[in-house]
């Protein structure tokens, strides 16, 4: 009697690692991934260890609260999220010069190069830094002229319950603000918006930033109330 063939059971596993491969390229090349919105700006990086925060006057700070209602509290004041950009912005360039509103100090071509002289001459290792710092704003100068530096910081706090809809809409308005305030000065110095700035004018653009920079502190999410 002849004996039954054997039947070879063995898988190839380098067809099914083929196969693998080729549904996975069709699964990524037919599907449409869920990207609803987002931030319109990206987030600092977390604080590092050991690490002091520095120290601010009231004045200097816009104090942004967001409770489990998404309920707003601005520098104390409970207000709609629709009037959140233009605070914001009066905080930012104080322009009245008002005297609960930040500071400012007036960034002339002579004080740039006074502190620059000063740092260059000076051993303390931070200086190097500072001196960075000091350089770009005489750059700035020479571009736009003599400006205004703000000593404004927005400081963010949500609560642990804040929805998601509303921590975006509070953070793309606090961008809006400062996007606003450099289209306005990019559209006096240069005839076009700051956001119609090519990478070719890469010195308009940090001119730009180096007058209204972006300064948001979010602290981590805790119970927040708001008291009406």
Known sequence: ??????IDTEINASSMADIAFLLLVFFLVTTTMDTDYGLARLLPPPPEENVTPPKFKERNVFVVLVNANDQLLVE????DISQLREKAKEFIENPMNKEDLPEKV??????CQQKIAQLKSSDDPAAKEELKKWE???Q?????GPYWESKQVISLQNDRGTSYDM?????NELAAAYNELRDELSMKKFGKKFSELTQSEKDKINAIKTVYPQRISEAEPKNTQINQ
């Open 140 to 144: 700035t100068v020479e571009l736009i």
């Open 1 to 6: 009697m002849a004996k039954g063939r054997k």
């Open 106 to 111: 007036e960034i002339t071509k002579a004080l």
């Open 167 to 171: 921590y975006i809409q509070v953070q």
């Open 76 to 79: 104390g004041e409970l207000i």
């Open 136 to 138: 770009k704003k005489l």
